[in-house]
Nanobody, 124 residues
Framework: VQLQASGGGLVQAGGSLRLSCAASGLTFSTYTVGWFRQAPGKEREFVSASGWSSGRTSYVDTVKDRFTISRDNAKNTVYLQMISLKPEDTAVYYC??????????????????WGQGTQVTVSS
């Protein structure tokens, strides 16, 4: 199983990026998929997640109305569209996949597979 995160980069405050997480060796449509981020010197934090069957999504309050998680099951890929980026969004962003029994989407230990991370840097 491999999760490949991509799409990070350097952007000015107010700009946009779209992160992608492509899976091989598993079918995303049967997994809850989450995005987490980790800034230097800080713990990894939950950003967003998409449930495997209900279409339900969840976001941390600091990104609501700015970030959107979506799936393309045909491409076995999950996206995180980020707009109105702020310097405090600067972090390494990781995608993760958890089996259907995962209930606490914000708990890193509940996810079975992790991508390698992609750097997002927002300049002021």
């Amino acid at each position: 199983v491999q999760l490949q995160a991509s799409g990070g980069g350097l952007v000015q405050a107010g700009g946009s990026l779209r992160l992608s997480c492509a899976a091989s060796g598993l079918t995303f449509s049967t997994y809850t998929v989450g995005w987490f981020r980790q800034a230097p010197g800080k713990e990894r934090e939950f950003v967003s997640a998409s449930g495997w069957s209900s279409g339900r999504t969840s976001y941390v309050d600091t990104v609501k109305d700015r970030f959107t998680i979506s799936r393309d099951n045909a491409k076995n890929t999950v996206y995180l569209q980020m707009i109105s980026l702020k310097p405090e969004d600067t972090a390494v962003y990781y995608c993760a996949a958890g089996r259907p029994g995962l209930t606490n989407w914000g708990f890193t230990g509940g996810y079975d597979y992790w991508g390698q991370g992609t750097q997002v840097t927002v300049s002021s």
